[in-house]
C-alpha cells in the first residue's frame, strides 16, 4: 500500500489557489486542501493523511476523517514536520511505501533518512492537476456514451399521446 503524508499548511502555502483562499479564509483553504487530496486518494487509491499544526489551538491532538481522508491536527507545541517523521516511522514497512508531500527541505532530508520519499508541494500540484483534468475527460466520455433518459418518440405520436393525456379523444 502506498500512503501519502500531507504537510497540510506547507502545501497552503505553495499552491497558488490555497494560498490566495487561506489569506481571506484559512479554514476554506483548510476544506479545499482536503477535497482535493479525497480526489487524489480515490483515483490513485493512496491512503492520505494530512497533518496540520495545532495552529493557534491549545490543547490534544485531534483526528478526522474527511471524506475517507485522515486529518491530523497536532498537539500543543508539536509541530507538523514532527508528527510526519514519527508516522514515516511507524507506517514504513516491507510492504508500504511512504510519500511526503512538503517543500520543506529540511523535512525532506529527514524523511528521506526514514525510508519515505518526498513529493514537492509542486510536483504534487502538477500530479493533482493532472488527476483532475483526467477526472474531467472521463465524466466527459461517460456523459457522450449514457444514451439519453428520454425515448425518441415520434412528433405525430407526441402529439396523440399528449391529446389522450389531456382527455382530448
Not at 107 to 112: D, L, N, R, T, V
Not at 152 to 162: H, T, Y
Request: hydrophobic share 40%; glycine share 4%; aromatic share 8%.
Amino acid at each position: 500500500m502506498d500512503i501519502l503524508l500531507v504537510d497540510g499548511y506547507n502545501i497552503i502555502g505553495a499552491w497558488p489557489e490555497l494560498q490566495r483562499l487561506k489569506n481571506t479564509n484559512l479554514s476554506e483553504a483548510r476544506d479545499l486542501l482536503i477535497e482535493k487530496m479525497a480526489e487524489y486518494q480515490a483515483y490513485t487509491g493512496f491512503r492520505v493523511i494530512i497533518v496540520f499544526d495545532a495552529h493557534l489551538v491549545k490543547g490534544i491532538e485531534s483526528k478526522q476523517k474527511n471524506y475517507r481522508v485522515e486529518v491530523i491536527y497536532t498537539r500543543e507545541n508539536e509541530t507538523a514536520d514532527e508528527r510526519i517523521e514519527k508516522l514515516a516511522i511507524s507506517l514504513n514497512n516491507i510492504k508500504t511505501q511512504v510519500y511526503v508531500a512538503t517543500s520543506d527541505f529540511t523535512e525532506q532530508w529527514a524523511i528521506f533518512g526514514q525510508g519515505a520519499l518526498r513529493k514537492s508541494a509542486r510536483e504534487l500540484f502538477n500530479e493533482m492537476n493532472a488527476i483532475e483534468g483526467r477526472i474531467q475527460i472521463n465524466v466527459r466520455e461517460i456523459e457522450e456514451t449514457r444514451p439519453s433518459s428520454k425515448i425518441q418518440i415520434p412528433k405525430d405520436v407526441m402529439e396523440k399521446l399528449e391529446r389522450w393525456r389531456r382527455g382530448n379523444l
